[in-house]
């Protein structure tokens, strides 16, 4: 079991940009994924996007192309770098991460984009 800290959320203008940081701390097995959902009001969680310790990556198709994700060298940081936000986009954002065993989530990060 992992814990799971974000940051980088904020409010930011349609069209912008915003990089969010999840970091995990304590002992991860292979083989593990590490992704990125979301949640708007009234709404489901769904996957955003999400990246294996082997370096597959799977995007939702409302931000294929906007975002990228990726994971630190260390293995146990990901990110996911937004680019050309939409108002649409606005939700909390939870880090996710899956290994043997465990299913792990962070708090939320609140990423609000204004048109």
């Known amino acids: 079991q992992v814990q799971l800290v974000e940051s980088g959320g904020g409010l930011v203008q349609a069209g912008g940009s915003l990089r969010l940081s999840c970091a995990a701390s304590?002992?991860?097995?292979?083989?593990?994924?590490m992704g990125w959902y979301r949640q708007a009001p009234g709404k489901q969680r769904d996957l955003v996007a999400i990246?294996?310790?082997?370096?597959?990556?799977n995007y939702a198709d409302s931000v294929k192309g906007r975002f990228t994700i990726s994971r630190g060298n260390a293995g146990n940081t990901v990110y996911l770098q937004m680019a050309s936000l939409k108002p649409e986009d606005t939700a909390v954002y939870y880090c996710k991460c899956v290994q043997p065993g465990f299913v792990d989530w962070g708090q939320g990060t609140q990423v609000t984009v204004s048109s």
């Open positions: 304590g002992r991860m097995f292979s083989p593990n994924a």
């Open positions: 990246i294996t310790n082997g370096g597959s990556t």
